[in-house]
């Protein structure tokens, strides 16, 4: 019997691993609007952040999501669909992307990570095609909760600069899905629990209104933001922002500090600026996500 339960845990815990870091297709008959092929470039040889290289992916014409599950003795069922930024021309595939899954991992938070298509498609807004893979990633995500050992009404959207816009705008669109039905994992809400903006960029629009693809109301999800004085180039997405959350009534948090620029992930650069997945932690603790 000893030996049975011992095998049990070990396929168990291999398909955690295989699920891991197999990728999966989010839509296996070819993504919508999609005619050619393109080769996909990973580049390393660009600035540094911390010291440290940033996979900069190019050329994706084949969305996938990846699941980084949580330890299976520190799983507390919250899952955060994570969204790289890159200007929606590349992804920081590893800085805001697989490092940020590790890091929450050791939380216990799940996490999913979304390649969505870059670059900008021609003739589309800049994030039509990447609002179509994370309403595909989200659903997928929510339908496989039981399967995952997930909660499915515990999933949020995560986003970093691009990556931000893009979450922002799939939590203020649910209500319509824009892509073509894939199969029966389309069949669940496409609205996330919450939304985590880091240095969010193109969410802001003339005097302190918002983009106008940001249809917030009293039921756009919970939200925080984590933004620095000297994103000069961003920080009234941030702020404008916030408002449209406060005036709709809609449970938000905007930290806001000095100094750390844009684009450093969750890297040590020596800002204050570095400790904000603490704030998100305490924050996802007060909304309800997270057991206090």
Known sequence: MRNIVFLLFIVFATMRIQSQEKPVLLFPGGAPGETGKMKQVD????????????LRISNVDEPTLTFYPAPADNN??????????????????????SEICKRFNSFGINCVLVKYRVPRREG??????PLQDLQRAIAYTRAHAGEWGIDA??????????????????STNYGE??????????????????????Y????????????????VDQNTPPTILIQTEDDKSHINSSLFYYYALKEAKVPAALHLYPSGGHGYGLRNTGHTVNEWPFRVLSWL????????
């Open 43 to 54: 580049d390393l040889s660009g600035k540094k952040v911390a010291g440290c290289p940033v």
């Open 76 to 97: 507390k069922g919250v899952t955060l669909i994570v969204n790289p930024g890159g200007g929606y021309n590349i992804l920081a595939y590893n800085l805001e992307g």
């Open 124 to 129: 589309l807004e800049k994030h039509a095609a």
């Open 153 to 170: 009404n515990r999933i949020g959207v995560m986003g970093f600069s691009a990556g931000a816009h893009l979450s922002a705008v799939a």
């Open 177 to 198: 899905r824009t892509y073509p039905k894939v199969d029966s994992f389309d069949e669940v809400s496409l609205r996330p629990d919450f939304t985590i903006l880091v």
């Open 200 to 215: 969010p960029a193109y969410l802001s629009g003339e005097h302190f209104s918002i983009a106008s693809e940001l249809k």
């Open 285 to 292: 603790r007060d909304i309800g996500m997270i057991e206090k």
